[in-house]
């Protein structure tokens, strides 16, 4: 697979993703561009599922630059919420999106609740053209739960608010080293690594 890798689009306009998904990919020598930077605007998100929603970023990518395309889709999930905000975990507020106001509206809702676990969730979706039949998908999670209070300056979105209880710290805690190590984007990436060594040899 790799051999038909050498170049690929990212499905996304996060640059902290990017800057990460780079470092992990840069021991297979593949080379990783931005859709923004190809003139290729957001896909839409309508499904339900977070592995519809990534596929659809990867094919939508895809399609616009004749590259293959990698895309994740990822948020919170909350136990007693049913698992919301979910795969609305980025307007979990309505638009324009902001952490700040998504934050306020989880830590609002989980007031008079006793059980405030939640976990992070990633899918990777990797497509080799737009019409792949056989897409690579890993995906991870990362147990925590939801404290009222934010702490910590670093991460984005709700890690101030996600307490990792053996750790005693907030994603927005660690180091970013750390937290790439042990975060569920992380733990994908590190997944679609290996599969594509695998292909590889």
């Not at 839409?44 to 519809?52: A, K, L, Q």
Request: charged share 20%; with cysteine; aromatic share 6%.
């Amino acid at each position: 697979m790799t051999d038909s890798l050498k170049k690929i689009v990212i499905a996304s306009s996060n640059p902290g993703k990017l800057v990460e998904i780079r470092k992990l990919l840069a021991p297979l020598e593949i080379e990783v561009v931005t859709q923004a930077s190809l003139g290729v605007t957001e896909a839409e998100e309508p499904f339900s599922t977070f592995v519809e929603n990534a596929l659809a970023k990867a094919r939508h990518a895809s399609a616009a630059t004749g590259l293959p395309a990698l895309a994740d889709d990822s948020g919170i999930c909350v136990y007693a919420l049913q698992g919301a905000p979910g795969v609305l975990s980025a307007r979990y507020a309505g638009e324009p999106r902001s952490d700040e106001r998504n934050n306020y509206k989880l830590i609002t809702t989980l007031q008079q609740q006793s059980d405030r676990r939640a976990y992070y969730y990633c899918v990777i979706v990797l497509l080799r053209h737009a019409q792949d039949p056989q897409p690579v998908i890993v995906d991870a999670t990362w147990q925590g739960e939801i404290i009222l209070e934010p702490r910590g300056q670093g991460g984005f979105g709700y890690d101030p608010h996600f307490l990792l209880p053996q750790l005693g710290k907030t994603a927005a805690e660690l180091p970013m080293e750390e937290k790439n190590s042990i975060s569920h984007r992380g733990k994908a990436l590190a997944k679609l690594v290996q599969q594509l060594i695998k292909y590889k040899n």
